[in-house]
């Protein structure tokens, strides 16, 4: 998608072998790019946050595989390379498939064969993410294509009022996003669109990563806090919510980030469609009832307590809330059951959020 | 409440006929209280929200009124003191009813009477809200000591989890609160309770004044984000939700706070009993449908898009969250319908929230 009118990605190789990302600690109040040399310069990205986003840290992974390829290609590096990189965010899934993929790739090269494979192989695994939330974009568009037109038969303006949570756009793949895809194919094919923005508490993904993305692209969207999103509902001011997803189990149910549940029970409560956006890659078969079985993450309570802005003087600083000596809770996800669930996007197309049709259409990961 | 270990109110006298306050604008971060001599100290505590909740508001200007009637009673003084106290915020009820109460008392009497029995009513206004609230806590203390029991029944610790939004503690009132009044009534009672405290975006009214006035009464609590409620009521770690109210219908719709619905959905989706605590005044019998009739306010990006908080270097600071060129939409209220609500806990007594019972307990506010 675009960044100041040129069409980017988050991760991009360079013609003398090294890697290129956008800082993403920076946005949404700078825009740099960083160099990525050898593999202690991916780890490092992908420990400290400059990349996140499930599918760009198996991307960025890969690439690390293949930088340090080029400097020590021996089984011995290979396998410490692997074992590194894996550990950099040890709970990310799509790390640990990203690196298991290269290093199986490339255990049984001759060590001269293997930075070449290794390049070409990352740079496939990009490809395949962006094809896959290309695929998705379609399937969604079709969703926005129907209510824009069921609008503008009742006579409306056919504009389309979504609203989505957190970030599940390009920044977290290499391009196109999950759950903002199907909003970048209804932009591009003209239908006339407006996004809410969860500001997505406590980390401000949406404020930050969601809103930047979409104002670089040149998508109408207005930022709203977490609570605003039942109140527009009961309103009529949403026709569509669409959000992304970190796991889904056989049964539909949902983990997303903290807060996705309550937007689900209002768009329940309002007749809202309420769809979840995903690689076929993120279903794990197995589970089954997302609510007892998915462990949720407790993050630092400084996340809760203090917020990272922009001052009038322009210089990033970190101001606290609370009080002083008042403690706070960080749960990072929650679980949205099935029954709230309109469908899900996937390459693949829809599929209803129920354990048959997840069976019969995505069970399967390599069809 | 306690402050710094001694009982404190919102608003008081002083022996030298001034009044004193807490400016609530400095909290979490610092407690500094504001003398108020005249009239127009008063208007400016209101306008500047030094003072902010419905009931203090009303308590300040009728202070504020007696104030001026020590400098200057004749008729004009008293209609242009409260013609001006009524503008201070116009859209806030208990105001413009404490204003007209002691403009109907004090314009039949002589100038020469007006300074000392304005002085007694603005104390008898105060201690008649102390006295609601205290009602309003001893009522829902019952609720608080069912649930304890049955945990107790059940073989449990007997702790009671309560959740609250916004604040509607004794900040915003003269003293005790309304959804926190049966709080603290129930930790005067020795009853074990903690408090998750919704932060409250945009304004942030849980994690600076909810968690402030607890942590400074000795009440255990926890801040969370707005997006965690419906996770926490999910595995059982809410019992009881207790929210205060800016106006309830005659058919028992509540509005409060923006986020209020949210948690209210998710809490009959558990099964979480979801209370709301208002003084009888609060009620507004010329509505029915919530939704449809209430209008509600729109108030400035800003709120949104930036935050106010301490920084490392001891200055409280605002930073901007959302990025330069993506507005923001800040609707400060939404309507929870009745059918959510578990209960209202008023000072008569607990009522069910529905247009039957509201009539036959509420209706006449000067039962």
């Given amino acids: 998608m675009n960044v100041n009118g040129n069409p980017t990605r988050t991760i991009w190789p360079t013609a003398d072998f090294a890697v290129e990302i956008i800082d993403q600690t920076r946005l949404p109040h700078e825009f740099v790019t960083l160099r990525l040399e050898n593999m202690r310069d991916a780890e490092r990205a992908i420990r400290d946050m400059q990349v996140r986003g499930a599918p760009l840290i198996g991307v960025t992974a890969a690439y690390g595989v293949a930088l340090s390829m080029r400097h020590h290609a021996s089984d011995a590096a290979l396998q410490a390379t692997c074992d590194m990189l894996v550990k950099a965010r040890p709970t990310a899934v799509n790390l640990r498939w990203a690196v298991e993929r290269m290093r199986a790739l490339l255990s049984p090269l001759p060590a001269a064969a293997r930075a070449e494979a290794a390049w070409q192989e990352a740079a496939r695994i990009a490809e395949q993410d962006v094809e896959i939330n290309r695929a998705i974009g379609q399937h969604g568009l079709e969703i926005i294509r ?42 591009e094919a003209g239908i006339p669109l407006h996004v809410w923005v969860d500001e997505t508490r406590p980390r401000n993904q949406g404020a930050s990563l969601t809103a930047w993305e979409l104002a670089q692209h040149g998508v109408p969207h207005t930022v709203i806090v977490d609570n605003a999103g039942g109140h527009l509902m009961q309103h009529g001011l949403v026709d569509l919510a669409i959000v992304g997803t970190d796991r889904v189990t056989a049964q539909g149910d949902v983990c997303n980030k903290i807060g996705t ?13 309420f769809y979840v956006a995903m690689p076929v890659s993120t279903l794990d078969m197995d589970l089954q009832d997302g609510v007892q079985e998915i462990p949720i993450e407790e993050r630092g309570q400084d996340e809760v307590t203090h917020i990272s802005g922009l001052c009038d003087d322009g210089q990033v600083r970190r101001v606290m809330v609370t009080p002083q000596g008042s403690r706070a809770a960080n749960y990072g ?28 259409a995505l069970s399967s990961k390599d069809k």
């Fill in 146 to 187: 129907d209510i824009h037109r069921q609008k503008l038969a009742r006579g409306n303006s056919g504009m389309v009022n979504l609203l989505t949570h957190c970030n599940a756009g390009w920044l977290a793949t290499v391009d196109w996003g999950t759950a903002l895809a199907p909003v970048y194919a209804a932009f």
């Fill in 261 to 273: 549940y309550l937007k689900a029970l209002a768009a329940k409560d309002n007749g809202v469609p």
């Fill in 333 to 360: 996800f929650d679980v949205t059951p099935a029954r709230l669930v309109s469908g899900l996007i996937t390459e693949r197309g829809r599929v209803a959020a129920e354990a048959g049709a997840i069976q019969s």
